[in-house]
């Protein structure tokens, strides 16, 4: 029987130490669950197998200390006094400019303020400068630049870094590039790769190539890249381990005879290191992959004798003290995690027997089964076949990566191709997995009492599949489908969507929030892969921002919408997706009526052309098993007293209970159910007299910032469930 072999005692030893730093350190910037847990690993690690106690506690001390500093020193950055209001600064780029849906954002560090009668020095602490629209080239990590706006004292998180205000610019101006040449060098690699990935039509896919090379994703769609996370592949984007080999690889070939002898490229290697890390700007995983090649790289160098595990633990530990903060980092943990269970996994069947696949297969699954717990706690679910999604992805991930680097390096754009075709592979896998069985801390517990049971000889045949089995049945009752004929509005946070489906699964979308990756969650957590009719109310961003996946990717039978004057951008690109894809698009009058399937539908409105879009909505009542649902979009007043009254059983209330609304009109429907569309917000949504007037009608009114998703059987009794 093969048995996984421990680490080799010196390696104990640096994952021993590396473990007590990591808890000390845990300890100086506060009592958290990393510094319980690792405790644990260290007294087993460490002191109870070599006894070495002062060394232990020495290790502790100096973990603290360097986490006390740590706080000491972000909080000083904290408590620095920032010049509210109008400002002029001058400011170094710490995080590249990034774009969103309304503008682009970056962090900055500042060096100098405009005081009104001159500059002085100002190292003032990280800030987010944002801008709307989009200028020129994005402003890159190095840049100096000149700022014209206004600050404010809001502070948060972003690009893995704390920022202590904002400034909302409205002028910004590049004063010069980076001095360092290494940043020099490699923004000019991040330009190479951007501007040989400019070409591909495929967007998506090619921001996928960006992100095997270089860890940048900023242009994968955000749906895309939580389908990779869904799916357990999104380790492909964290550039790591086998980036870093590659690289190196390349690295060498480039600088030729001054990498011959082990010594000239250990240098060489170093400095080609170094020159990643800039390029992939300091990814977690890449500083640990980095930093535990450049050990090996010494250790060979020198002549010492020198194992995996003990590169692994140097490395951390090197890390730990020199930035404390890492010990916080998701990413951090992931690839240390995901490192022990890929050796660990390796070790199991290093032996002839096994072929190539089944050490592939090991080492995926062990490193899935080591950041189990990591992704259980942060995320709050495990993707039980992931290993199965990894070996489908594995093949078109190595070929686009190394299709990709080769292309983008020599200018030879069929390898470009050939790269950004392997990686439209990986997002349909990824898309495919995202929607297969995952499990929280019951199927883990499953799958451990099973594991266990696996050690003892009667029981061992078959246990593995027997886990897996039990595991998706598990997965699968918890995620039972929904009892047919219903009505489900969905939680998309402050917009709406909402599904009516039909006595045999019939699927009518009214809308779709304003998030593309909280809706996709959405539909596939109710096993939606087809939508009969679409129907768009209007084209306000919190009502079409999350369709534009579902249109380019999933069947769709037509799609209705209310003929904007002034559609949006989303919208457009839409409308264009839906042609390309011959969707038949329509435009329905008031007084329409249609059936899909069971589902019977009538549209009331907009009964003219109207000045606000709200008013412009669809107005569209669906029958089901004997009730009435209106969807009366975002009306107001002006559109509420054209429509006059509409009975209906339930009602969906119009703009997220906004006090938009006549209070007369939203009683005069008799609605058994009012449904407030709603997430966090600052517009004040919904209103307390809308609320009051709901509940005095005789309505149950519900919302899904408090309940989350609402849904209503519609085959007997009104009743709701969760």
């Keep these: ?210 992100g095997f090379l270089i860890g940048d994703t900023r242009r994968l769609p955000a749906v895309d890249r939580a389908a990779l996370t869904e799916a357990g592949l999104s380790h492909f984007v964290a550039v790591s381990g086998s980036n870093v080999a590659l690289f190196l690889v390349l690295w060498w070939v480039v600088v030729g005879p001054l990498a011959f002898g082990p010594r000239r490229r250990a240098g060489a290697g170093t400095i080609g290191l170094a020159l990643f890390a800039v390029i992939t700007r300091w990814e977690p995983s890449v500083l640990r992959a980095s930093v535990m090649a450049g050990v090996m790289l010494a250790a060979r160098a020198a002549g010492l004798p020198l194992t995996g595990w003990t590169a692994l633990g140097t490395a951390v530990g090197g890390l730990v003290l020199v930035s404390p903060e890492l010990i916080e980092s998701v990413g951090f943990q992931l690839s240390i995690a995901a490192t022990i269970g890929v050796m660990g996994g390796v070790r199991l069947v290093a032996t002839p027997r096994w072929p190539p696949l089944g050490a592939t297969w090991s080492a995926t699954v062990g490193a899935q089964v080591a950041v189990a717990p990591l992704l259980l706690w942060h995320f709050g679910s495990i993707p039980i076949v992931s290993p199965v999604a990894n070996l489908m992805a594995v093949p078109a991930v190595t070929i686009s990566t190394m299709a990709g680097a080769l292309g983008v390096g020599l200018g030879v754009s069929p390898l470009v191709s050939v790269a950004v075709g392997a990686a439209r592979l990986v997002l349909q896998v990824a898309h495919v997995a995202a929607g297969w069985p995952s499990v929280g801390v019951v199927g883990l517990a499953v799958a451990l009492l099973i594991g266990a049971a696996a050690l003892h000889p009667v029981l061992r045949p078959g246990a593995l599949a027997t886990a897996l089995v039990g595991l998706v049945v598990l997965s699968g009752v918890m995620r039972a489908p929904v009892e047919l004929p219903a009505v489900i509005f969905l939680d998309v946070g402050q917009g709406d969507a909402a599904l009516v489906l039909g006595d045999h699964g019939e699927v009518v979308l009214i809308d779709g929030g304003p998030d593309p990756v909280l809706l996709m969650a959405s539909l596939r ?193 009104l009743g709701v469930g969760g």
Excluded at 172 to 194: E, Q
């Design 1 to 210: 029987m093969t048995r996984l072999r421990l680490p080799d005692p010196v390696g104990r030893s640096a994952l021993g130490a590396a473990t007590l730093l990591w808890v000390g350190v845990s300890l100086g910037r506060g009592p958290t669950w990393q510094a319980a847990a690792a405790a644990v690993i260290s007294v087993v690690a460490v002191i109870v197998r070599s006894r070495r106690v002062p060394a232990a506690i020495c290790l502790l001390v100096i973990g603290v200390v360097a986490g006390t500093v740590s706080i000491d020193r972000s909080a000083a950055s904290a408590d620095a006094v920032l010049p509210v209001g109008p400002v002029a600064l001058t400011a170094r780029v710490v995080v590249d400019e990034q774009a969103t849906s309304s503008g682009t954002w970056m962090l900055v560090d500042p060096v100098a303020v405009d005081v009104g009668h001159g500059t002085v020095v100002w190292h003032g602490p990280t800030l987010l400068v944002s801008r709307p629209g989009f200028g020129d080239a994005p402003h890159v990590v190095g840049e100096t630049i000149e700022i014209q706006g206004r600050i404010a004292g809001a502070s948060g998180r972003a690009g893995g870094r704390t920022y202590r205000g904002t400034v909302r610019a409205r002028r910004i101006d590049r004063l010069g590039g980076p001095d360092d040449a290494l940043l020099a060098a490699a923004n000019a690699v991040r330009r190479r790769v951007a501007d040989q990935l400019a070409g591909p039509a495929d967007d998506a896919a090619a921001g996928l190539v960006a």
């Design 525 to 717: 957590r109710y096993r939606i892969d087809r939508i009969d009719l679409l129907i768009v109310s209007h084209a306000h961003e919190d009502h079409v921002g999350g369709l534009p996946p579902v249109v380019e990717r999933m069947t769709i039978g037509a799609i209705w919408h209310p003929g904007h004057p002034d559609p949006n951008a989303t919208f457009e690109a839409m409308m264009v997706v839906a042609a390309q894809r011959n969707i038949p698009v329509g435009v329905p009058d008031a007084g329409v009526r249609a059936t899909v399937g069971s589902i019977g539908l009538a549209i009331h409105g907009p009964e003219r052309r109207y000045v606000g879009l709200n008013d412009q909505s669809v107005v569209a009542e669906a029958s089901v098993g004997g009730v009435s649902i209106l969807f009366p979009g975002d009306v107001e007043e002006i559109a509420q007293a054209d429509l006059g009254p509409l009975p209906a059983d339930i009602l969906k209330v119009p703009h997220h209970g906004s006090a938009t609304s006549d209070l007369a009109w939203l009683a005069g429907n008799g609605a058994a159910i009012a449904i407030v569309s709603v997430g966090e917000n600052s517009f004040g949504h919904p209103s307390e007299a809308v609320i009051v007037a709901l509940l005095e009608s005789g309505a149950t009114t519900l919302r899904t910032d408090l309940e989350g998703d609402i849904v209503i059987p519609l085959g007997g009794p």
